[in-house]
C-alpha cells in the first residue's frame, strides 16, 4: 500500500444493483439498497487512502426509462439516505457537490441536494462528486449553450474567438472544479462509458471489474489502484 502511487481524481461506474438483487431471488430495489450501502462505507475509506476527488454515476438521464415503480424506489432511496450521507460527510469532512440537471426532481429531493451542498460546503476533505440525473452529452448540450453567449460576447467585442480554447469551454461543464479522472472504474464486468464523463474521461485510465456493485468495498478499490499503477500514462505522447 505505501508505495502505492493514489490517482487525485477517481470516477466510478456503479454498475450491477440489479443482477446482484436478481442472484439472490430479490427485487431489484433490495439491490439498489444495498449499493446506497456499499457507497455510504466507501466514501470515508476513498478519503483515507488519500483520494481528493471521488466522482459517482448515481442516476443517469436514461435512468428516467425504467419502471415507474423502480424509479420511484430510487427516488425513495435517494430521499432516506441523504440525511445519512450528510452525517457520513459531517463525521469524515466531506464535501459533498451534485452534478447533473437537478431541475427534473422533486422539489423535496432538489431541497435535500441543495442542503447537502451548502451544509458540507466547507469541508476540506474528499470530494465526494454525485452524478444525478446527470448524461455526458446532455452537459456538454447545456455547456455549449452558455459558452455560445460567450462567444457572441467575444465577437461584439472584437476578439479573436480562434483563441478560445478547450479550457475556456470545460468551464461550462458541471465539473468545471473537479479535475478529469486519472482512474474510472466500472463493476459488474460491462465494456462501456454509458453516457458518463464523456469529456472529461478523454485521458482517464479504465479499469474494469466483474465485482457487482453491492459488494465492492476498500479491497476491491485498491485493488483497481493497483492495475492503475500499472498503467503508463502518455497523454497521446510517446
Request: a neutral charge; hydrophobic letters at 35%; proline letters at 3%.
Amino acid at each position: 500500500m505505501n508505495d502505492l502511487h493514489i490517482p487525485e481524481s477517481v470516477a466510478i461506474i456503479m454498475d450491477g444493483n440489479g443482477r446482484w438483487a436478481k442472484k439472490r431471488g430479490l427485487p431489484r430495489t433490495m439491490g439498489h439498497k444495498e449499493g446506497c450501502k456499499a457507497i455510504e462505507a466507501l466514501v470515508p475509506e476513498a478519503g483515507k487512502l488519500g483520494i481528493k476527488y471521488l466522482t459517482v454515476y448515481a442516476f443517469s438521464t436514461e435512468n428516467w426509462k425504467r419502471s415507474e415503480e423502480e424509479v420511484t424506489g430510487l427516488m425513495n432511496l435517494f430521499r432516506y439516505y441523504a440525511m445519512r450521507l450528510l452525517k457520513n460527510a459531517r463525521e469524515n469532512n466531506v464535501r459533498i457537490r451534485m452534478i447533473g440537471d437537478r431541475s427534473r426532481f422533486p422539489k423535496d429531493i432538489i431541497d435535500s441536494i441543495n442542503k447537502l451542498e451548502e451544509e458540507t460546503r466547507d469541508n476540506t476533505g474528499l470530494n465526494f462528486v454525485v452524478a444525478a440525473n446527470y448524461g455526458g452529452r446532455d452537459e456538454i448540450r447545456r455547456a455549449a449553450m452558455k459558452y455560445r453567449d460567450e462567444v457572441l460576447r467575444a465577437k461584439e467585442l472584437g476578439t479573436d474567438i480562434s483563441e478560445l480554447s478547450e479550457a475556456d469551454f470545460a468551464k461550462y461543464l458541471d465539473t468545471a472544479e473537479v479535475p478529469d479522472p486519472d482512474l474510472l472504474i466500472r463493476t459488474s464486468g460491462e465494456l462501456r462509458l454509458s453516457n458518463f464523463l464523456i469529456w472529461q474521461c478523454a485521458y482517464s485510465e479504465i479499469v474494469i471489474t466483474d465485482t457487482l456493485w453491492p459488494d465492492f468495498n476498500k479491497d476491491e478499490l485498491v485493488k483497481c489502484i493497483e492495475e492503475y499503477n500499472k498503467r503508463n500514462r502518455r497523454f497521446g505522447g510517446v
